[in-house]
């Protein structure tokens, strides 16, 4: 085992394109945002030596870098769904504080929408029949009705109500409406959310991740590399990973996420508690997610994220913004939408967003981020703590 520890910082970030795209392939997104991030950074590509991909192609991290032109020494294709982004950055963080690699890049870029539009996939996702899921097949289990009945059992254990998961989406969508980038904009209300079109009950379409193209990019160094970098570091202060369950059947509690564990690590590893963060950043493919693992990550007592949501509280100007872009219910969810949340994070803590940049109490940009990323049906979790100096 080396003895090197090293501090690890965000020294680039970026995205690709993002929205409605006709024309890109994944791997020019790929392309796009990983020059980006390394214009970002102010370092030269030949510092890259480790590459981090999942989701493209047979090989993931070969093809990719092969397509890039990089020849890492270090490569990660960790896959657990919308949570891989969070559990390669800490892998990557690990591996550069160890001195097994000096500059990690995390790419990821994927046509989801362009695809269906072409005809070239079907928009319902086929997880297969084999394995622990065989069992659910036959009952035409959807990963989305996976969602909607653990979001039905809060309601059921803890009075959660359908208007406090609409209070979700409307204060999402108030992040996205200063945000140019964003896919959807116009402001929503409460009665919008639950009069729209039913998806998964309790879901209706605003309960639901929009569907997009688009890619990023994250660049992680080790700390010899910040004094040459264009912009101020994003320290990795601590991370957490943690995978619960394959099948619904091997699921304890529908009421606990797996943030639950994956958020306690990262935050002791930080040294640091929940009060203490000034943004968070999580996956959101569906309103229940957010409160949820809102909950698991200690911001409020378990059964009480439906109240914590209300009257603004995670929206512009709330004691703790979430989803600042606009997160995937409005900006951009083209897939494995956590690295998203990476990008969004660095980008507050350096005050770099722009129209939705978040003030801090005091005057500022936020000093401290939490980004948190779910798989599967709640089958995993990979939590990040940023901060910046």
Same mark, same amino acid.
């Given at each position: 085992?080396?003895?090197?520890?090293?501090?690890?910082?965000?020294?680039?970030?970026?995205?690709?394109?993002?929205?409605?795209?006709? =024309?890109? +392939?994944?791997?020019?997104?790929? *392309?796009? &945002? $990983? #020059? %980006?991030?390394?214009?970002?950074? !102010?370092?030269?590509?030949?510092?890259?030596?480790?590459?981090?991909?999942?989701?493209l192609g047979t090989l993931a991290p070969v093809e990719v870098a092969?397509?890039?032109?990089?020849?890492?020494?270090?490569?990660?294709?960790?896959?657990?769904?919308?949570?891989?982004?969070?559990?390669?950055?800490?892998?990557?963080?690990?591996?550069?504080?160890?001195?097994?690699?000096?500059?990690?890049?995390?790419?990821?870029?994927?046509?989801?929408?362009?695809?269906?539009?072409?005809?070239?996939?079907?928009?319902?996702?086929?997880?297969?029949?084999?394995?622990?899921?065989?069992?659910?097949?036959?009952? =035409?289990? +959807?990963?989305?009705?996976?969602? *909607?009945? &653990? $979001? #039905? %059992?809060?309601?059921?254990?803890? !009075?959660?109500?359908?208007?406090?998961?609409?209070?979700?989406?409307?204060?999402?969508?108030?992040?996205?409406?200063?945000?140019?980038?964003?896919?959807?904009?116009?402001?929503?209300?409460?009665?919008?959310?639950?009069?729209?079109?039913?998806?998964?009950?309790?879901?209706?379409?605003?309960?639901?991740?929009?569907?997009?193209?688009?890619?990023?990019?994250?660049?992680?160094?080790?700390?010899?590399?910040?004094?040459?970098?264009?912009?101020?570091?994003?320290?990795?202060?601590?991370?957490?990973?943690?995978?619960?369950?394959?099948?619904?059947?091997?699921?304890?509690?529908?009421?606990?996420?797996?943030?639950?564990?994956?958020?306690?690590?990262?935050?002791? #590893?930080?040294?640091?508690?929940?009060?203490?963060?000034?943004?968070?950043?999580?996956?959101?493919?569906?309103?229940?997610?957010?409160?949820?693992?809102?909950?698991?990550?200690?911001?409020?007592?378990?059964?009480?994220?439906?109240?914590?949501?209300?009257?603004?509280?995670?929206?512009?100007?709330?004691?703790?913004?979430?989803?600042?872009?606009?997160?995937?219910?409005?900006?951009?969810?083209?897939?494995?939408?956590?690295?998203?949340?990476?990008?969004?994070?660095?980008?507050?803590?350096?005050?770099?967003?722009?129209?939705?940049?978040?003030?801090?109490?005091?005057?500022?940009?936020?000093?401290?981020?939490?980004?948190?990323?779910?798989?599967?049906?709640?089958?995993?979790?990979?939590?990040?703590?940023?901060?910046?100096?």
């Open positions: 085992m080396s003895a090197i520890s090293r501090k690890v910082a965000v020294v680039g970030v970026a995205l690709s394109d993002c929205g409605r795209l006709e =024309g890109p +392939t994944p791997y020019t997104l790929h *392309a796009q &945002a $990983a #020059r %980006r991030a390394l214009a970002d950074s !102010g370092l030269d590509r030949s510092v890259v030596d480790g590459l981090a991909s999942a989701g092969d397509y890039l032109g990089l020849r890492p020494r270090w490569a990660d294709s960790t896959s657990v769904g919308g949570a891989t982004w969070e559990v390669m950055a800490a892998h990557a963080a690990d591996a550069i504080a160890a001195g097994h690699a000096d500059a990690v890049l995390l790419v990821y870029g994927s046509t989801a929408r362009a695809d269906i539009a072409a005809g070239r996939r079907t928009a319902g996702l086929d997880l297969g029949n084999r394995g622990p899921l065989q069992f659910e097949a036959p009952y =035409g289990h +959807t990963l989305i009705a996976k969602y *909607a009945m &653990a $979001a #039905r %059992r809060h309601m059921h254990e803890y !009075g959660t109500t359908l208007e406090q998961l609409a209070a979700v989406a409307v204060q999402t969508r108030a992040h996205a409406a200063a945000n140019p980038d964003a896919m959807y904009r116009s402001p929503i209300t409460v009665d919008d959310v639950l009069g729209g079109p039913l998806i998964a009950d309790p879901f209706t379409r605003l309960h639901c991740c929009v569907r997009g193209d688009g890619g990023c990019a994250v660049l992680l160094a080790a700390e010899e590399y910040v004094p040459d970098t264009a912009k101020a570091p994003v320290w990795v202060l601590g991370s957490g990973e943690y995978v619960s369950h394959a099948a619904l059947s091997g699921w304890d509690d529908f009421t606990v996420s797996p943030a639950a564990v994956s958020g306690r690590l990262a935050f002791e #590893r930080a040294g640091l508690t929940p009060a203490e963060m000034d943004i968070a950043e999580i996956y959101d493919a569906f309103t229940y997610m957010t409160l949820v693992t809102l909950e698991d990550l200690g911001f409020c007592a378990k059964g009480e994220g439906g109240p914590f949501v209300e009257e603004g509280r995670i929206g512009p100007g709330g004691a703790l913004p979430v989803n600042t872009d606009g997160g995937g219910l409005s900006a951009c969810h083209p897939g494995m939408r956590g690295l998203f949340l990476l990008v969004e994070a660095v980008r507050q803590l350096r005050g770099e967003a722009g129209g939705h940049q978040v003030t801090a109490a005091g005057g500022g940009p936020p000093r401290l981020a939490v980004a948190s990323g779910t798989g599967g049906w709640f089958c995993s979790s990979g939590t990040v703590v940023l901060g910046r100096d």
